[in-house]
Nanobody, 126 residues
Framework: QVQLVESGGGLVQAGDSLRLSCAASRRTFSDRSMGWFRQAPGKEREFVATISWSGGNTAYADSVKGRFTISRDNAKNTVYLQMNSLKPEDTAVYYC???????????????????WGQGTQVTVSS
């Protein structure tokens, strides 16, 4: 069974940085877009960022644009989310996901993805 395993979450203060990692096992996703989503307590899961199969195309939610950077290393089968200037409103469980279709780009909706990790908690204190 395909697995996506996130890591790198934790408790930080406002203004700090974190880098999340998502490692895929049992298959490669080098032919698919990857995405990060997040879910805060009491809220629906929301799109954060996506990166195309080649890494050449990225898209971000307005709330994180300019602060977060998504990247990938296909040789390592890993996608990253660098989060800078963190704010308390960034507190959420962050999920990694792999697209359901090959070579599609700018995928920002949950139903565009059919593989999901278990999530990693990010907590930003003020």
């Amino acid at each position: 069974q395909v697995q996506l395993v996130e890591s790198g979450g934790g408790l930080v203060q406002a203004g700090d940085s974190l880098r999340l990692s998502c490692a895929a096992s049992r298959r490669t996703f080098s032919d698919r877009s990857m995405g990060w989503f997040r879910q805060a307590p009491g809220k629906e899961r929301e799109f954060v960022a996506t990166i195309s199969w080649s890494g050449g195309n990225t898209a971000y939610a307005d709330s994180v644009k300019g602060r977060f950077t998504i990247s990938r290393d296909n040789a390592k089968n890993t996608v990253y989310l660098q989060m800078n200037s963190l704010k308390p409103e960034d507190t959420a469980v962050y999920y990694c996901s792999a697209a359901a279709t090959y070579y599609s780009v700018f995928l920002t909706r949950e139903y565009d993805y059919n593989y999901w990790g278990q999530g990693t908690q990010v907590t930003v204190s003020s």
